[in-house]
């Protein structure tokens, strides 16, 4: 099928827009190509420092300087189930690069926190802030300007699109990403939100909350669950960062030992030495974008995407906006239903067709760009396939399914679960919001009631537990807790809460300048807001009774209070000096001072590219 008009049109208006950025960058990017490694432009003591731990046969090619070097960007460390696998992937990838006639060095380790230890404490306040410092980390390794394509090793939340604003960045060099895949299945989904909300109205203790938990998250891998992280794997594989079919096959197993090999020997294929050259940045454009931006509306995948990849993009010099994504959202239909959209988990979605069957759904109903580069070569088709281990101990492919395995978990893009794929802007007189209604039942997404103010979320969960919160509709506003007010901190603990209330029959939403993730289920959430409070937006002159209206429908959020009053409002910001210090967030002060907004990509590293 032809290619859909509004992906059309949203695509040509986003090259459009990024003309002159794109031509800075791939002006940058080429005459970074142009100096290649320099390997043999050292002088000779720099030289022998860059080979001098190697093994010797390493350390003989690199001295003739004939072979491509490959450069391990890793995030490795035991305390992440996800990262804890990429213990043995260098040795892995060293092997299968000698074999290959190559070399292959850990260039640099970069920083990996687990949102998931961190939820609701204050350590959350330095993760978004860790995307820019992880791309700053991998530019240190890379800056060494031996390398002739590198290889990255993350897979969660921050680390993925820390590391693609740093492969970007090195744009001359070829770039392909190695995950490490999914834990295999604990408890159900379902069962562990039962268990979470059965503890939040005190019918079981924190013994039972303990092993529920550890019984969902048992082992190496990534959480199961479709957030951040396992939608980092579905993007990079719609951007063809990945090899073929590699973001759900679970770690320590031959097959996803066979992929990393695999993803080694093409490095050495794609760098300047040979006929396949692919710089990163030459191959990654709009198209990959609005790919990705498609298939995180098929998938019902995370709202973090929609601060990441206007990051992402920046650093690639494409001005991308929340209307684009919108846009895009209206007509691409919903057709995966994994947790908390659904009650299966990835594991599920993969052994039902996987990202396999959702690229070849995509493709047919001429949703993407089918005509993209990849560092597989030419054509998104190529991952429309499902990876198997063949006889030889090699990836072999297989076409995907032209059949769902289960059509609750998956379906054709002809009978989706919905007509669009959940995220939509909000505007109004509070600004702009995200929201994601993919898990959120229809006759809920109009809500409009008194507003209850908090400053913090702690301020929230004592409202609860105290019963102040009980037995009345209201909309909840979180705020100072955007990105110059404590890092914007995920908010995820609260879905818990306001979930009791709902399931009594409450009519509640929250509105909040803060995040919540891929994993903010079903209640209505405005997120993002931007203006931040602490930027004086709108959210800053709220009080407690102002009425809301918050309607996905109709993409609103509205403050229905008389505006000369509501404008006359003196702001008083609360103090915010507790979230300077501790569990080092007074080193990253200047992050706070000069993170850009939300809708902009929060971040202090990159922004629109200029000379």
Known sequence: MSLSGTIAAVTDRIRERSKKSREIYLDRINHAARNRPRRSFFACANQAHSF?????????????????????????????????????????????????????????????????????????????????????????????????????????????????????????????????GPMTTGQGNDKKAEIRQLYAEGKVDRKALLQSEATSYHGPGTCTFYGTANSNQMMMEMMGLHMPGAAFINPNTPLRDALTREATKRALKITALGNEYTPVGAMI????????????????????????????????GIDLNWGDIAEISSVVPLIARVYPNGLADVNYFHAAGGMGFVIKQLIEAGLVHDDVR??????????????????????????????????????GWRKPFQPDGGIRVLSGNMGAAIIKVSAVKPERWLIEAPALVFNDQL???????????????????????????????????????????????????LVTDGRMSGASGKIPAAIHVTPEALDNGPIARLKDGDMIRLDA???????????????????????????????????????????????????????????
């Open 52 to 180: 001098a731990a190697c093994a010797p046969l390493d350390k003989e090619r690199l001295k003739e300087d004939v072979v491509g070097n490959i450069g391990i960007i890793t995030a490795y460390n035991d305390m992440l189930s996800a990262h804890q696998p990429f213990e043995a992937f260098p040795e892995i990838i060293r092997a299968a690069a000698r074999e290959a006639g190559g070399v292959a060095e850990v260039a640099s380790g970069v920083p990996a926190m687990c949102d998931g230890i961190t939820q609701g404490y204050t350590g959350m306040e330095l993760s978004l802030f860790s995307r820019d410092v992880i791309a700053m980390a991998a530019a240190v390794g890379l800056s060494h300007d031996v390398f002739d394509a590198a290889l990255y090793l993350g897979i969660c939340d921050k680390i993925v699109p820390g590391l693609v604003i740093a492969a970007l960045t090195f744009g001359h060099i070829p770039a392909i990403f190695v995950p490490s």
């Open 285 to 316: 454009d709009e198209r990959s974008f609005v790919n990705a931006i498609v298939g995180l509306n098929a998938t019902g995948g995370s709202t973090n995407h929609t601060i990441h990849l206007i990051a992402m993009a920046h650093a690639a």
């Open 374 to 411: 990849t560092v597989f070569g030419e054509g998104l088709d190529a991952y429309a396939t499902e990876p198997k281990l063949g006889s030889d101990g090699q990836v072999v492919r297989e076409p995907a399914p032209e059949k769902s395995g289960d059509e609750k978990v998956l379906t």
């Open 459 to 509: 301020e929230l969960q004592d409202a609860f537990k105290a019963g102040k919160l009980d037995g009345k509709d209201f909309v909840a506003v979180v705020r100072y807790q955007g990105p110059k007010a404590n890092g914007m901190p995920e908010l995820h603990k609260l879905t818990t809460v306001l979930g009791v209330l709902q399931d009594r029959g409450q009519k509640i939403a």
């Open 553 to 611: 429908n109709e993409g609103t959020l509205t403050i229905l209070v008389n505006e000369q009053e509501f404008n006359n409002r003196p702001i008083e910001h609360p103090d915010l000096s507790a979230h300077e210090f501790g569990t080092g967030r007074e080193l990253f002060r200047v992050f706070r001072e000069f993170v850009g907004r939300a809708d902009q990509g929060a971040s202090v590293v990159v922004g629109p590219l200029r000379k």
